[in-house]
């Protein structure tokens, strides 16, 4: 019996169907593995995996394969972007194991929970030095009933080394200059300056070590820094990484040159993304950087955004060629033949020339990942914009890639603070109300009466998984942003409320931070990883958010466990800075201050007080927080005590227990919060 019909995952949806008597991730999985005496396969992946897709549809749908794994197994499926805990518990004990990891993950467990036989794909037949799946599960299922012994000491062995991995940063002291200056030096050497970017095949997008430039620039001056932003932002928006035609970033780029990108588009990616984007034009006036910002974010409002205004979690990286079969890649690329079906002879030479499409192909079976390439000659503005529509109108009869429309916390406050952010560079009032939108998705369907957070919904239900360190982080992140925006302090109260949930359940007497709260699920390993990776680590989110309403409200112990948390940057900055960005973009705050910006004005409707917010809120000072309301007004704390300057709206910025006088100038402004240290 499949167990999956009615949960609230896509991912797990899709395998309800199976012949494999899938159990979600339960206690009841584990008594019925007792109960039967057998070993349990735990399958990890997410909707929009490809290989998650092949194996399934190789071994998950085989009916032979089926019957072993139902007669000598218990099956657990698990979404591991709504149990992150589970995931990261048990690919810690893969990667530990072979050195290595990915999905799908394929672990065997105890009845319980101890694993002791690990790998990713299989495939049905044995291929490239791999044995088949059915190999593996007739070579476990041996072990098990012959060599039980050893199968346990091997399970114990590993619980014991897991446990053994505890990080203890917390009393390391928060970074200074000389430890950025190392990071700095350390990217320097990663940095592959022909392409943009850092190392090596396949190229991630690295948005929080963008973000980590941008900050060390606006603190230092330091020209290096911004022209590794700049040039890498360049590079990832001109090759096949970037959508030319529909906005929005795929995951990844399997070459070094930021051609071929793994298609799928994550909601994390694009967020991140969206908001650097918006930094670096507020830090350099690129126009290319301005489009880039906003088309990513009106890809989000178009492709993820739910009914329920929230943001779905990804796009697949595969789809119907037209022809029945699934193929990768297949809504997005193009031959000279589909342009020349499209556009005619003479523009399809044109949209060839311009998007990079050649006879060979820069992909598979001829077809061409649409880039910009650098190249001589102006192209005509209207042609290439004509050129433009007609393709995308024609790319929109193609079969879709499917979409996973679970609405993950984490991801949806990242998506908060990118849209309100751009919505107010560029003053498009559309965006903060998609902003505000999902912030108040998240309040009334994640957050319970207690303020803590559920991981995922979808359809507008909650799902039954808790909320771990990066939902209550990004969340509160989101609604930081969101309170500077606005000027409405019933974000930064809510913020208050998660963040209270981090000081008194995600972090431990040394001051570390864990993924999972004391309160939570116990697993074989409590997890626990700082490192920023494809998105921010929950230890690093929850510094910077802690730091940022330390700065509004003047809190002491929020402040407090914000520097006690950056001590893993100092620890792991001059090491490895390509994996621990936000962890560096949060000290760059610190070491700035960060600043506090308030602007007072007469009335809601003052132009003079909108234009000082704008003014505030453009200003490049690392990490700076912006209240705006008004006169009198008790929303904020940063706003107490601060009266108009002779009737007139006025902008008041403190750092580091000093303040200088209030101005009503928008000029003077925009200089305190944008040179950098003498």
Known sequence: MNRLAGVTSPYLLQHADNPVDWWPWSPEAFEEARRRDVPVLLSVGYSACHWCHVMARESFEDEVTARVLNSHFVAVKVDREERPDV????????????????????????????????GTYFPPEPRHGMPSFRQVLEGVRQAWAERRDEVTDVAARIVRDLAGREIDYGGTGAPGPAELGQALLGLTREYDAARGGFGGAPKFPP??????????????????????????????????????????????????????PHFEKMLYDNALLCRVYAHLWRSTGSAHARRVALDTADFMVRELRTAEGGFASALDADSDDGTGRHVE????????????????????????????VTAEGTFEHGASVLQLPQQEGVFDAERIASVRERMLAARAERPRPGRDDKVVAAWNGLAVAALAETGAYFERPDLVDAAVAAADLLVRVHLDEHGRLVRTSRDGRAGANAGV?????????????????????????????????????????????????????????RPQDPTDNATP????????????????????????????????????????????????????ALLDGPREVAVVGPGPADAAARG??????????????VAAGVEGAGEFPLLAGRPLVGGRAAAYVCRGFTCDAPTTDPERLRDTLTAPEA
Do not use: K, N
């Open 537 to 588: 680590s929950g230890w690093t989110a929850a510094a910077g958010a802690l730091l940022s309403y330390a700065a509004h409200t003047g809190s002491e112990p929020h402040r407090t466990a914000a520097e006690r948390a950056l001590g893993v940057v100092t620890a792991l900055g001059p090491r490895v800075p390509r994996f621990i960005g936000w962890g560096l973009a949060v000290a760059e």
């Open 612 to 625: 000082l917010h704008r003014t505030a809120l453009l200003g490049t000072a690392p990490g700076a927080v």
């Open 469 to 525: 360190l990066e939902d209550y982080a990004d969340v509160a992140e989101g609604f930081l942003a969101l309170a500077s925006v606005t000027g409405e302090g019933v974000w930064l109260d809510f913020a208050g409320l998660l963040l209270d949930h981090v000081l008194t359940r995600f972090i431990d007497g040394t001051g570390a931070l864990h993924d999972t709260a004391a309160d939570a699920e116990r697993l074989i390993r």
């Open 207 to 260: 948005s929080m070590v963008v973000e980590f430039l941008l900050r060390h620039h606006a603190r230092t001056g330091a020209e290096g820094a911004l022209q590794m932003a700049r040039d890498t932002c360049e590079r990832m928006a001109r090759g096949g990484l970037y959508d030319q035609l529909g906005g929005g970033f795929a995951r990844y780029s399997v070459d070094r040159d930021w051609v071929v």
């Open 329 to 356: 890649g297949a809504y997005y690329v193009w031959t000279p033949e589909q342009l020349r079906a499209v556009l005619g002879d003479e523009d399809a030479r044109l949209a060839a020339a311009h998007f990079g």
């Open 87 to 118: 995931d990261a518990v048990y690919m810690e004990a893969v990667q530990a194991a072979t050195g290595q990891g990915g999905w799908p993950m394929t672990v065997f467990l105890t009845p319980d929970a101890e694993p002791f036989y690990f």
